[in-house]
């Protein structure tokens, strides 16, 4: 049996979803493909997928086995391309998870730019809202914008830091009135970042300050948030790299100028065996350009 071979058609058949492409992938019929997984589920002696006609579905076993298994397959592969590896040059796959928002404003255009740049990278980004460890979702990084736990056998490398701005239509100030202090705020319906919770905290001489704020809608991406501030849904607390067009339009006004939000850092969680790889440090240090440029200048 063909382990390796069983492997990479078992993670072919989780990423599409289906026999068919995953064998035009792998370039054999689907058949093959098929007897492959078949023969991984017998050597690891369980069930994988959830097989119907319409659809092949990873089982729990399937989800926990895939992360392992990308990783394998990933140590692997670049093993065997420092062996035949050509001068200097990076080569290899990095499997990155990004912020849904971070990445459609600011960086697919510098992700685009680092490919060209490095043609024998191979990149497979997924978009989550949310804290996750690399390490055990089979990555090999997660950048992350808000405050996220330690996972052991991770590594936290800071980015670049960002304002966070607090604000709101001028339609909806008409209608709900202006707050003037962080406890008026108890009176306005709040639009949340889901990982940040539904408190909003201010920093003051005395100390940091929490305010809770009724919700109205809460979600993982600040794109949608926006678009509900500029509806006058509500007050959002937006990244000033999402609502600085809209402020300079005067579609929607920043409130609390005299009251700081506490900084926020975007952070790389980088897998331990991998941060030292020539292709992630690039990636870093080609990442924090990439915000410097295009994020407004925040002192660290």
Known sequence: MD????????????????????????????????????????????????RSTRKV?????????????????????DTLAGLKRAGDRLEGRILMMVPTTLNILVLADALSEFLREHEHITLELALVDRSVNPAEEGFDLAISGHAASSYEGVIDVPLYPFEQVLCASPDYLARRGTPLRPHDLGDHDGLFFKPLGTAWRFDS???????????????????????????G????????????????????????????????WFRAHVTQHRAKL????????????????ALPNVAA
């Open 233 to 264: 849904t509500g007050i959002a607390m937006l990244p000033r790299y999402v609502s600085a067009e809209a402020l300079r339009s005067g579609q929607l006004v920043q409130l609390l100028e005299g009251f700081s939000l506490p900084k926020s």
């Open 57 to 77: 579905v990873l089982t729990e076993s399937g989800e926990q086995f895939q992360s392992r298994a990308r990783s394998l397959i990933a140590d692997l592969d």
């Open 3 to 50: 382990t390796v071979a069983n492997l990479r058609a078992f993670l072919a058949v989780a990423r599409y979803g289906g026999f068919s492409e995953a064998a035009r992938q792998l370039n054999v019929v689907p058949s093959v493909a098929a007897k492959r997984v078949s023969q991984l589920e017998h050597a690891i002696g369980t069930k994988l997928f959830e």
């Open 205 to 231: 001489d005395q100390g940091q300050l929490s305010v809770d704020v009724r919700p109205r809608l809460i979600a993982t991406d600040n794109v949608t948030l926006r678009a509900a501030a500029l509806a």
């Open 278 to 293: 020539a292709r992630i440090v690039t990636l870093l240090e080609w990442l924090k350009e990439a915000l410097r440029a």
